[in-house]
């Protein structure tokens, strides 16, 4: 396929900007009419391909230009004092973690409230008054504004002694990883750069296995953009130099194979690798399971062997127990089931069934524990059921163990460990910690407390959750989570905020939100989520429903929602807010273009809005097997029908209007690259923003220094919602605690507006045309 494209070579001139409608004036971002695709016979343009390079100082200065329209904005709302207050009041409250046991201490994040990032605490001991209990390791002092982050790249050495981790700085998916000695409490020489999409893997205390890629030569700190390829996984040995460790695995005829997913047997004779590659052909492409026998001494001679051939379904790595290694998998089990696999003998008619696939709920997640036993996390109505079950073979025994509604949302506890703590999330629950103690009888435990974490001020009596069903467009019975005050006069007149996302096998479950707290408390919000298809609340056809060729049913299951909030007098389609992040802010994304007339505002965060040309960025080809791809003729059609970028037009019925909509990326995001956020955002003010019958605002909010949303500080988080709510509280003309901003003459807000904006500095570019193969 010949694809034309153009360099731009930029001069920078002084220009009056255009203007328009609702107060704003929108910058005159140049557009190159002269770039465009071709998919076989269909030329797609794509005026705004310069965006796509975000180090240029025209991008820069289109940044520039749209936080300088969007700030504004936000700060005109009367009330933004008022809930920057209310936010960080609520957001004021003790997280804490499951406590981790390694070797003879245990660890355990914690944040007392509005720390940037949460501390790693060490402690020899459980009982007392936590006054054992001493910082580990403290990432709020790696950076003064908290943007050096620890992540979940980390590991333990099996005895505890070393502790493996990754460093991200401005939410980049890039790692640095250090090793720190666990009772000395100082890092080791030892230091991995160019590391992304791992697990941390220990063998003893020799050294650890880890996924990065050599070969990337662009920048660590996340701006760049170029497609990652030709992972490796490589052994390092404690106390030599990176450029001497010894690659393990790779695949040189699959360069975009992720390796993202690796375990090793008790005994560590067995490395575990399971690789993943985006196919547009289904959900799990070429996901081949292999091990490598680490028994010889020299990492030259390990070769990795298949023990699952390409089968399409996926596998999670639970135990190796007796001769056997234990997988959860959905193969010949929509709902998963865990089998046990012999290396010696791995062909599927020789394994064995360990834990049945349920007849009505999605298996989740297994947490092995106490030698024989293994904690299952069920889904049961979209929230966590858990049973413990033996891991021996032929055991029947199931004990349920009970539990309020809501989400386990993490566990720590390994298989040798006879205690087991989970962290218990719901809407109104936010953080609670539960012990399962399993030197009491099986057949007797129980969830103990072992932490209640509690918000001053805050009374969660006052609100209530239910959850209905409702008919999508095919008649399709669709889930749906929805809360509020309990006094709250259901008249078609209050805010209602809906999020979905609907996509990649994920779970959307009951889990904690401040902003969505305050929503309800302070602006007498109705707050709903969606378990539209495209997640994997049900098991693979629910999942399989929303991908492919499928995924305008997630559109359609979204839009029910709305019209089911409407029709039940919960809100009016003035006040119907819509949101979603990464895979959601597609679906906000289109479902906007596609009904705009449904919806009151719209925010869209860190979206994949260029569906023709995702793949081709970072980590982006690997989505190709939830999308598909535009460069497969027969897919084209579909995705470019609903792709966000593509399908912006003005709607044609009279009266009807796109909604206030407001887009929110970061500079660092290396995961969705910004430049999805950035086209879409030039192309919507172009074409929406400069037609006269618009009135709501259409604004970018680009953060800086900040990546996906992984590692972000707190503050950062608490600005990020004080905007998103002044935007919806100037947009919708929103009551905060029962006030509304006082009337404004809307000449004024122009002037005020056009004054700053009227001479400013743009860039117009000279393109030069030169072609390549694609």
Request: proline fraction near 5%; charge should be negative.
């Amino acid at each position: 396929m010949i694809v034309s494209h153009r360099v731009a070579v930029a001069i920078t001139v002084v220009v009056v900007l255009a203007s328009l409608v609702s107060g704003l004036t929108y910058p005159n971002v140049a557009r190159n009419t002269t770039v465009e695709d071709k998919y076989g016979t269909v030329v797609v343009p794509d005026p705004y391909r310069w965006l796509e390079s975000p180090d240029t100082n025209a991008t820069k200065s289109f940044v520039t230009e749209q936080n300088g329209l969007s700030t504004p904005y936000f700060e005109q709302c009367p009330f933004r004092a008022e809930i920057r207050d209310r936010l960080a009041k609520v957001w004021n409250y003790r997280k804490v973690n499951p406590p981790q046991k390694h070797g003879n201490h245990y660890f355990q994040y914690a944040n007392n409230g509005l720390q940037d990032q949460n501390v790693l605490y060490i402690q020899d001991a459980l009982e007392g008054d936590n006054t054992n209990r001493r910082v580990f390791l403290d990432p709020n002092l790696l950076s003064t504004d908290g943007t050096v982050a620890l992540t979940s790249t980390q590991s333990f050495s099996k005895d505890g002694s070393l502790f493996a981790y990754g460093i991200s700085t401005s939410g980049s998916d890039w790692r640095k990883v250090y090793i720190r000695n666990v009772s000395s409490n100082e890092n080791l020489e030892d230091v991995l750069i160019k590391v992304k999409f791992t697990d941390l893997v220990w063998k003893g205390n020799e050294g650890i296995f880890y996924g990065h890629y050599p070969d990337f030569e662009g920048d660590p700190e996340g701006s760049d953009t170029g497609t990652n390829e030709n992972q490796k996984i490589s052994f390092h040995r404690i106390g030599t130099r990176q450029e001497d460790d010894v690659i393990v695995v790779e695949f040189p005829e699959k360069p975009k194979n992720l390796i993202a997913s690796m375990d090793i047997t008790s005994n560590d004779q067995y490395l575990i690798v399971r690789p993943s590659a985006g196919s547009d052909e289904g959900s799990y492409g070429d996901n081949t399971i292999y091990y490598v026998d680490l028994s010889d001494s020299n990492p030259v001679n390990w070769q990795r062997r298949p023990i699952v051939e390409t089968y399409n379904a996926g596998y999670s790595f639970i135990t190796d127990y007796g001769n056997m290694l234990y997988f959860l998998t959905n193969f010949n089990a929509p709902r998963y089931k865990i089998v046990g696999i012999q290396i010696s003998s791995p062909a599927p008619e020789t394994w064995t069934t360990i834990i049945e696939e349920d007849s009505e709920n999605v298996l989740n997640w297994a947490a092995p524990i106490n030698r024989d036993y293994i904690l299952l996390d069920y889904l049961e109505n979209v929230a966590s059921k858990l049973v413990v079950r033996s891991l021996i073979v032929g055991n029947s025994f199931s004990k349920q163990i009970p539990i309020e509604k809501g989400t386990v949302t993490s566990y720590a506890g390994k298989i040798e460990d006879t205690q087991l703590f989970i962290k218990f999330e719901s809407f109104l629950v936010p953080n609670r910690i539960y012990q399962l103690d399993f030197t009491t009888p099986v057949d007797q435990i129980e969830l103990e407390v072992f932490d209640d974490v509690e918000i001053e001020g805050l009374d969660f009596t006052l609100f209530e959750v239910k959850q209905v069903k409702y008919n999508s467009k095919d008649g399709t019975e669709v889930p749906m989570y929805i809360m509020h005050k309990k006094n709250l006069t259901l008249n078609a007149t209050s805010p209602a905020m809906l999020y979905g996302y609907g996509g990649f096998n994920i779970n959307i479950l009951p889990e904690f939100s401040v902003r969505r707290i305050v929503f309800m408390q302070s602006f007498d919000g109705v707050a709903a989520v969606a378990n539209i298809r495209g997640g994997g609340e049900f098991g693979n056809s629910w999942h399989e429903g929303g991908s492919l060729l499928n995924k305008q049913n997630v559109f359609d299951d979204f839009q029910a929602a709305a019209e089911y909030l409407i029709a039940q007098n919960y809100t009016n389609a003035q006040k119907m807010i819509i949101e979603g992040r990464s895979n959601g802010g597609l679906l906000v994304g289109a479902c906007v273009n596609q009904r705009p007339d449904l919806y009151g505002a719209a925010i869209a965060s860190v979206g994949v809005m260029d569906m023709l040309r995702f793949h081709l960025f970072t980590i982006g080809h690997s989505w190709v097997s939830e999308y598909g791809s535009s460069a497969n003729s027969a897919q084209f059609p579909y995705i470019y029908a609903y792709s966000p970028l593509h399908n912006i037009k003005f709607p044609q019925s009279a009266g009807v209007q796109y909604p206030a909509v407001l887009v929110t990326t970061s500079d660092h995001d290396d995961r969705v690259v910004p430049s999805h956020s950035y086209k879409y955002t030039a192309e919507l003010q172009h074409t929406i923003g400069g037609n006269e019958n618009q009135s709501q605002p259409l604004l970018l909010r680009v953060e800086t220094d900040a990546g996906h949303g992984a590692g972000s500080p707190i503050s950062k988080l608490i600005d990020e919602q004080v905007d998103i709510l002044s935007f919806l509280t100037e947009s919708l003309d929103l009551a905060f605690e029962g006030q509304r901003k006082a009337p404004t003459d809307s000449g004024a807000t122009s002037v005020l507006y056009s004054v700053g904006s009227m001479l400013v500095t743009i860039t117009f570019a000279f393109w030069v045309s030169h072609s390549f193969t694609l």
